[in-house]
């Protein structure tokens, strides 16, 4: 069976300093992986996608994040935060192959950017 | 292009009620998905419909929820009897055809259950 797990719960950093939000996941088939963020009350956006090609996949607001089938991990990553990237993080699998549609959440990473 | 709308936006429910829940995916798009989210939790897959056609329900409960994708109309997500651990953030994406495991799925703004 599949599963997601994000390592860290919390994440509290400086404004304009580098984060690293951690995924693994584990599947014995093909996946695609994605990262969705969630604003308070709000639903998720999608920051980014692995398909298929080049492991490292550039998002929207300056995030990015590199795919490693080896150690079965997709981290998100950002050179410089700013405040308004405070929301919560999830990182999602989806089978490769058959006909479910479903995503696997982790169970979301809160980043907590400080001025 | 409008996204993914879900009405209502807030529901308060009694035990013993039923919950309605509603979502009009993007224009073009015939698949749908719900999900729960339950307080300091990660996203839970329900149900993914296509038009008419329940394709997979692996994640509903086996008892008191439904759902439903009409040829005409929303998607409705129905909670009978609700209890308080219904309580959660329900929330609705919705893919195009034709993409298969790789399309992208757009969230709505989700419903959230309070049940009293």
């Known amino acids: 069976a599949q599963s997601v797990t994000q390592l860290d719960s919390q994440v509290p950093v400086f404004e304009e300093a580098p984060v690293e939000l951690r995924c693994n996941y584990s599947?014995?088939?093909?996946?695609?992986l994605f990262w969705y963020v969630q604003y308070p009350n709000q639903g998720l956006q999608l920051l980014l996608k692995?398909?298929?090609?080049?492991?490292l996949v550039k998002g929207i607001n300056g995030f990015e994040a590199e795919f490693n089938k080896s150690q079965t991990s997709f981290h998100l990553r950002k050179p410089s935060v700013h405040i308004s990237d405070t929301a919560e993080y999830f990182c999602?699998?989806?089978?490769?192959?058959?006909?479910?549609?479903?995503?696997?959440f982790g169970q979301g990473t809160t980043l907590q950017v400080k001025p | 292009n409008a996204g993914v709308m879900q009405n209502p936006r807030h529901l308060v429910r009694r035990r013993g009620q039923e919950a309605r829940l509603r979502c009009s995916p993007m224009?073009?798009?015939?698949?749908v998905y719900w999900y729960r989210q339950l307080p300091e939790e990660g996203l839970k897959f329900m149900v993914y419909?296509?038009?008419?056609?329940?394709?997979?329900e692996s994640g509903m409960p086996k008892e008191r929820f439904s759902a439903e994708f009409p040829k005409e109309g929303p998607s409705i997500l129905r909670i009978q009897q609700v209890v308080r651990g219904d309580s959660a953030a329900y929330f609705c994406?919705?893919?195009?055809?034709?993409?298969?495991?790789?399309?992208?799925?757009?969230f709505g703004p989700g419903t959230r259950l309070l049940v009293l």
């Open positions: 224009k073009g798009h015939s698949h």
């Open positions: 999602a699998v989806r089978h490769g192959s058959g006909n479910t549609g479903k995503l696997i």
């Open positions: 599947s014995s088939v093909s996946v695609y």
């Open positions: 419909l296509q038009k008419e056609n329940i394709i997979d």
């Open positions: 994406a919705s893919s195009p055809p034709g993409q298969g495991a790789q399309g992208t799925q757009y």
């Open positions: 692995y398909l298929s090609g080049s492991t």
